[in-house]
């Protein structure tokens, strides 16, 4: 066991060089006041002082709302397909997941792109409606076309895990279950679910994460006056430069992230997550 | 099965290695770092350059005066940038602009004058004129009353338009038309006056439900999404061009003239070459190929007239308003009063 030790340590520098180091800048910063350069800094609390704002806490919910939104129409849409594609014969089955990560294979600005095509007030969807007698509809630009991007674009991530989990259940539990006199619903809810529990909860975590510092996207589909955490920490980084207050905010979502983590995690019985 | 893998290892390697002396031979060809704002050449002038100056051209974008200057202050080393005015005149004031050598650049009798000895740079020392431009109103023809542009820039909170307007996601641009409908310098540090014009973007995002885009305003107003927008001349002059419904104004308040140019940084190691470049980009005919290509109004003034008298005939976009008295350029701010502005915008956009 031991020589293996020393095999682990390109991943420590890997870890300490990439994921360490770069949080400690973000603490730094958050604590101190000189902008973009850390010579002519002092300590400083002003950063969470201005997050005080009222203003601020309604960039919070409205992330945190999306981000919510946005994991349970993932989790209702990725289910049913994840259950789906376990019930083909195992060669199917890795077509089918084949073909769920293949939006994954397209770069995420061109898929966005395509969104815009699609929702824009002239776009595809609003002829279409047209064709249909039904009068033009303004999705472009509001939270619904935010959130239909992120649902497209993180799918994949919730039927992956779903799927592993429900693939790995012995078949013979389901039909011990039928031969106890369980129904389709209880076989559902008491063995199925039950196992697929560690596949959801990693979806869920995975999905949130994502949704919830997205930045790319919300800009896009929402225009500047939907702003989410991701483009109010974006935003004092490239365009403002107040990187203090831009760590500050970083500082905070990863604790809450931290915090939904944790929490997440004492719902798995197993502790397999 | 080994041997095999071996060889090929070996050969692998081996052909590394010839690759590096390769290169290493390329690493003499002269080099040329420039940073410049997305879509604004036509790339296979830079091509030409290359050939007929034997040296390489490292070609980077960003998308904002702003995230430029982020990124140069990360450490970031380029040989020609090309800022607007303010930014111009931020980065002398931080040392960071090498003086040019006019006479190395021979082309500059093709300027337009008026482009030369601004208040950023009143002696010529660090700027040559790229492109240039104003902020106006585009409208849609059938849409708009004609009465309602007496109001300029006030037609941006006329409620009968509401729900139909997109406004420019800049900082700048939007105090601009704020400071400017409310008969204020757009470069006031009066707090009393920011507040104020605060206060009116506030109410426009109120009443009128705008959104905030940047770029994407081409294409949403090409295909004639929204009646309203703020862009830039430039832009204005490529929508009309493609959507003949629309039309281009420059409100009788006063707008933000600006200026691209090109500068070269203290980090220049061929200063030569760099002057070389933008003597190149200077002259009639590569000016005329660029302008096609970006549709802005050239600084070359050649260039400008010929695409202004034929491809974008009858465009007024094409013809920024020069000698205007209210119209005002973009002055540096203090670290303090950015701040401010800074903040206020956040808070306009982030409600």
Known sequence: MKHYRSMISPYVLWAFGFIIIPFIMIMVYAFTDGGLSLTDAGFSLDSFAEMTDSLYFTVFTRSFSTGILTTLLCLFIGYPMAFFITKFDERVQGTLILITTIPMWINLLLRTYAWIGILSDNGLLNSFLKMLGIGPVSIMYTGIAVNIGLVCNFLPFM????????????????????????????AFTRVIFKYSIPGVLNGVIITFLMAISAFVIPKMLGGGQFTLLGNLIENQFISVGNWNFGAAVSLILAIVILAAISFLKRIDPDGTV | ????????????MAFSLVLTGCTKKEDEKKKLRIFNAGEYIDKSLLTEFEKAYGCEIIYETFDSNESMYTKIRSGETYDILVPSDYMIERLIKEDYLAEIDWEQIPNKKYLQEHLLGQDYDPEDKYCVPYYYGSVGILYNKKVIDKEDLADGWELLRNTKYAGNIYMYDSERDSFMIACKALGYSMNTIKEKEIKKAYKWLVKQRDTM????????VIDNMISGNKSLAVVYSGDGALIISENDDMDFFEPEQGTNLWTDCMVMTKDCKNQELAMEFMNFMCDPDNAYLNTQYIGYSSAVKPAFEMIRDDDYKGIKAFVPRIHFDKDEVFRYQTNKTRKIYSKLWTKVKAY
Do not use: R
């Open chain 2, 1 to 12: 099965m080994k041997k095999i893998i071996s060889i090929v290892l070996i050969l692998t």
């Open chain 2, 209 to 216: 439900d705008p959104v905030y885009v940047t770029d994407d």
């Open chain 1, 159 to 186: 039927i992956l895990p779903i799927h592993t989990s429900l693939s790995k259940m012995d078949p013979s539990l389901l039909e011990a279950a039928y031969d106890l006199g369980a129904n389709k619903v209880q």
